[in-house]
């Protein structure tokens, strides 16, 4: 899609909409789960490679360009279809998603040239990553900036706190951690397996400028990205308040949809939510 | 081997400016002198392996020539998914500098002594695997590894280590040394264990026996060829090394003489599949697991016998 930066509110609406009929479909097909947790980064991926981030698929190589690393990487088929509304490689790629002899994998592996900049699907991995190319922009003075976007079960495990720890230490403001809080992971409300109140405040003690969005509204997630970083000096956390299973009613905010791939009836009812 | 380690690497910083060093937190003074020449270049990422791997990935993916250093367990061990999936799927230049290999922090104790890591560091495809056998060694492969792009796990002793080569020898990555070339008993051994090796193949010598000794250095990719042709001129191998018995460089070895057509007697010295509760200095340490050179001439002794 040629003029990215030119779009309109409206028209982030629109490519929302038709990724997550993408999401929807290269699941159904696949039988693949993690619907939930793809549905609800989808506006957080629109806002970040239709505006915010400097990536351009005809430079895919460019030295300067920003990072993004899905470190949710299990939320990969919404980042797939994103991908290739943006330019990156022709949707008829999305075919072979989690198919035998196909194209995509149910987490991403590292591809530059079609946008994947990191493999991922172990969480806890993707900060770290994050920080090592912030800090080697830093040391070659690129304006580069790196994103890693997180789940919230994700901040279960310890590295993320390692490298959160090291990156306010090293006062690297060009790295923005994003987490996708839907509240809800594989087996429970995150709330009752392992509390992570107060999230932002944690961020903060942690020595993180850190601001709260909804992370469904486009006003709010692409003006508090366009303002990172939120200080000098000091990393940004932006907690993305969003719900699992975002457009499709019955999955809205329902831990079973975090692994449950829709059977037929489920499909065309959604697909009609969708249209 | 440590400090030789160390001082090499220096010596590449100053004409390869892509050069990081990292340390979780360990290596007390060993760095001072980089660390001054270098502050940019030198990360103390702080007590967090798991995270200095993944820094560590994130400068490679930047076009950065990356060293990583701790004590062997806590390097490769505690961090070891991060091994895996950031630089060895993503196959990136990280050299992983581990220092304390087999038994060389002795009193320490168990926490601190490195049996399994050749083991497991091995099956990671992408994976290279080098077990240096004295400071020599050492420094080659420093230079080697400076231009060599991808994951290099490096195991080293600890300072102090004795002399093996009298001058620097010929060293490749993915080449064993023959160190003596003899008749039909055949040691391969590497890292920790290779001064003993050499007084072990000394002392056979001595007695009138024909040996061959070799350095197999790096475990991953190894040396097949130098192994099937040490094959067909033995009657007898024996492999000895600081490393659990299971999995490392006589594991290694054996896959190799299993598919051949060798015939004749194979024998692996190594540290038996036990975590040890005795305690003591390094020397103490190998004679209770039969790493003596003593233990070794005599095991060997008896088994040659029968062949």
């Known amino acids: 899609m040629a003029g990215a930066n030119e779009l309109q509110m409206n028209d982030y609406e629109n490519i929302a909409g038709e990724i997550r009929r993408d999401v929807l479909n290269m699941i159904y097909r696949a039988k693949a789960p993690h619907i939930g947790s793809s549905f609800s980064i989808v506006e957080l991926l629109v806002a970040l490679y239709f505006r915010c981030l400097s990536v351009s698929p005809d430079r895919p190589q460019d030295e300067n360009r920003d990072i993004f690393i899905l470190s949710k990487g299990h939320g990969c088929p919404a980042l797939y279809s994103t991908l290739a509304h943006r330019g990156f490689f022709s949707p008829s790629v999305l075919n072979g998603f989690g198919v035998d002899g196909g194209t995509l994998e149910l987490h991403p592996t590292r591809d530059v040239e079609a946008g994947i900049e990191v493999s991922t699907g172990s969480l806890g991995h993707g900060l770290s990553i994050g920080a090592g190319m912030a800090l080697a922009a830093k040391y070659d003075r690129s304006k580069r900036k790196a994103f890693a976007l997180l789940s919230d ?77 939120f200080q000098q000096q000091k990393p940004s956390a932006i907690v993305a308040h969003t719900v699992k299973g975002k457009g499709v009613s019955f999955m809205e905010n329902e831990l079973l949809w975090h692994y449950r791939c829709p059977d037929e009836a489920e499909y065309r009812r959604a697909l009609q939510e969708l249209s | 081997m440590r400090s030789t380690a160390i001082k090499t690497l220096e010596k590449h910083c100053a004409t390869d400016s892509s050069i990081f060093l990292l340390t979780a937190d360990l290596g007390y003074r060993i760095f001072d002198r980089f660390r001054n020449a270098y502050p940019d270049r030198f990360i103390n990422v702080g007590v967090a392996e798991a995270n200095m791997i993944g820094i560590a990935a994130g400068l490679a993916l930047s076009g950065k020539n990356v060293y990583c250093y701790s004590i062997v367990p806590f390097l490769t061990m505690r961090c070891f998914e991060q091994i895996r999936v950031d630089l060895c799927y993503q196959n990136l230049n990280v050299k992983m500098v581990g220092v304390g290999g087999g038994l060389s922090y002795a009193l320490e104790g168990m926490t601190h002594h490195a049996i399994e890591d050749i083991s497991i560091l091995r099956s990671l495809p992408n994976m290279t695997v080098v077990v240096p056998g004295d400071a020599l060694e050492v420094e080659a492969i420093m230079n080697e590894a400076a231009t060599y792009n991808g994951p290099v796990y490096i195991r080293l002793g600890k300072d102090g280590c004795p002399q093996v080569h009298r001058t620097m020898p010929d060293l490749k990555i ?134």
Not at chain 1, 199 to 218: M, P, Q, T, Y
Request: hydrophobic residues 40%; glycine residues 10%.
């Open chain 1, 153 to 229: 079960g994700e901040l279960n495990e310890g590295s993320v706190w390692e490298a959160a720890l090291f990156a306010a230490h090293h006062k690297l403001d060009n790295l923005i951690a994003i987490v996708d809080y839907n509240k809800i992971q594989a087996l429970g409300k995150t709330q009752e397996v392992v509390s992570l109140e107060p999230l932002a405040g944690k961020w903060r003690s942690f020595g993180w400028e850190v601001e709260e969005i909804d992370g469904h509204n486009f006003e709010q997630i692409i003006s508090t990205l366009e303002r990172v970083p």
């Open chain 2, 174 to 307: 993915g080449k064993g040394i023959v160190i003596k070339e003899g008749g039909g008993l055949s040691i391969i051994a590497n890292g920790t264990m290779l001064h003993t090796a050499k007084i072990v193949s000394d002392t056979l010598a001595s007695r009138g026996l024909s040996v061959t000794l070799i350095s197999m250095h790096t475990v991953k990719p190894l040396d097949g060829e130098l192994i099937k042709e040490c094959a067909r001129n033995s009657r007898a191998i024996f492999t000895i090394e600081e490393h659990s018995i299971i999995g490392g460089l006589g594991s290694a070895v054996a896959e190799v003489l299993a598919e051949s057509s060798y015939a004749g007697l194979f024998r692996r010295i190594a540290i038996p599949d036990a975590y040890g509760r005795d305690i003591g200095r390094v020397e103490y340490l190998r004679e209770k697991h039969g790493l003596a050179p003593e233990a070794i001439i005599n095991d060997i002794l008896r088994d040659y016998k029968q062949c």
